[in-house]
């Protein structure tokens, strides 16, 4: 069977309509490539070319073959650069899930270092399917359990915590214990139970649940119920007083950080510079973190 080098150049031989304007483009002597166009046809059994006195023409089979050819060139040709740029220079677009602002300065400081990047940002809370979803990175809380996923721990944690809009406090009361808990409309990410700090869990019940907090924020901020929410997602809210801490001392956890990206054997370099950059940046943003 002939290579596909031989196809390369019979391709550059049916483009140029000439052995010798190919030999040429491709760096051979007009001899050698004149053989090789010899031995193709041998090979194949049949006649690819007639060879006139000063042009040669394609037959119907060699015009076949060019057809198909051309494709088959062109895409190892592209296979061949696609290699090629991969050499370590961080390229393309990259897409990365994260919730909240912590590594806005980051961000911004990667757009400017790698400008061959091309930084698109999928702001949910919720955890997206990487390989699904296209996306190549992604800021996790709490613990990774995919296997198709490695995650590059972060040296912080995150508080999450119950919190109430002032409104839902005045109209509903201040609950002072775990188990006033049963008496409240409780939000969160479809969970029956909420963790205490001391050990255990709280049963609690609620009408919405969602896997995308940024609606269980909005639904407390606007006095529907509790909500069992991060900090760095509220942390504006606290600040401006639109949602007050519940039980903050006795219901909650700590959620470790991870940056998460999908196995594969070969980590393109925009990936890996992007979680190089981005686990020193988050564990400065949510500050050192023990074990929890």
Not at 27 to 55: C, F, K, N, P, Q
Request: glycine share 6%; proline share 5%; aromatic share 4%.
């Amino acid at each position: 069977m002939p290579s596909t080098d031989r196809l390369t150049e019979f391709s550059a031989v049916a483009k140029a309509r000439s052995i010798s304007a190919a030999a040429r483009s491709l760096g051979i002597e007009r001899a050698t490539l004149s053989r090789r166009m010899s031995s193709l046809e041998a090979d194949l059994g049949v006649r690819l070319l007639h060879r006139g006195a000063r042009r040669l023409a394609l037959t119907p089979a060699g015009q076949e073959l060019s057809r198909r050819a051309a494709h088959i060139v062109a895409d190892a040709q592209e296979a061949w650069s696609a290699v090629r740029r991969m050499d370590d220079v961080p390229r393309g677009v990259l897409r990365v899930s994260m919730v909240g602002d912590a590594l806005d300065d980051m961000l911004i400081r990667f757009v400017r270092d790698f400008p061959e990047v091309r930084l698109e940002l999928v702001d949910t809370s919720r955890p997206v399917k990487l390989i699904a979803e296209n996306v190549d990175v992604a800021v996790r809380f709490g613990p990774v359990t995919t296997t198709d996923l490695i995650a590059r721990r972060v040296d912080a944690g995150v508080d999450r915590i119950v919190v109430a809009s002032p409104n839902y406090v005045k109209r509903h009361g201040q609950p002072t214990v775990p188990d006033d808990l049963a008496e409240h409309e409780c939000m969160g990410a479809r969970e029956t139970t909420w963790p205490l700090r001391a050990g255990g869990r709280v049963p609690v019940t609620g009408r919405l649940g969602a896997s995308e907090s940024r609606l269980i924020r909005k639904a407390a901020c606007a006095g529907v119920g509790l909500a069992f929410l991060p900090v760095p997602m509220i942390h504006n809210d606290l600040a401006t007083g639109a949602l007050r801490p519940v039980l903050r001392d006795v219901v909650g956890d700590t959620a470790r950080v991870s940056v998460v990206f999908a196995e594969r054997e070969y980590i393109d370099p925009k990936v890996r510079v992007f979680i190089d950059r981005a686990v020193p940046a988050l564990e400065a943003a949510y500050g050192a973190f023990t074990d929890c």
